[in-house]
Nanobody, 119 residues
């Protein structure tokens, strides 16, 4: 059974940091692109960052480039999102996503974790 389980969300002040974790099970991670998406109230879900597990190539939304870092640990297997210098505009539910590099119908989502940046 495929599962993506996020953790690490919470409340943080502007300028603070959080690290999100995504635990993956039930599929072979190296065949997938892993990504973090977020959805703020009243807005569409947007891609934050992605990593191709096989070669480690990463991609970031312009709004988070230089502040967020996506990484993976194939042995565990886990995917992380290190978020630094957080802004109020980063407040959203963050979702872990996995999509097969060849067969995109194999796509999975986690349940989401809330990140709130506020004074």
């Amino acid at each position: 059974q495929v599962q993506l389980v996020e953790s690490g969300g919470g409340l943080v002040q502007p300028g603070g940091s959080l690290r999100l974790s995504c635990s993956a099970s039930g599929f072979t991670l190296r065949y997938y692109v892993m990504a973090w998406y977020r959805q703020a109230p009243g807005k569409e879900r947007e891609l934050v960052a992605s990593v191709t597990i096989a070669d480690g190539v990463t991609n970031y939304a312009e709004s988070v480039r230089g502040r967020f870092t996506i990484s993976r640990d194939n042995a565990k297997p886990m995917v992380y999102l290190q978020m630094n210098n957080l802004k109020v505009g980063d407040t959203a539910v963050y979702y872990c996503n996995a999509v097969h590099t060849a067969w995109r119908q194999y796509e999975y989502w986690g349940q989401g974790t809330q990140v709130t940046v506020s004074t």
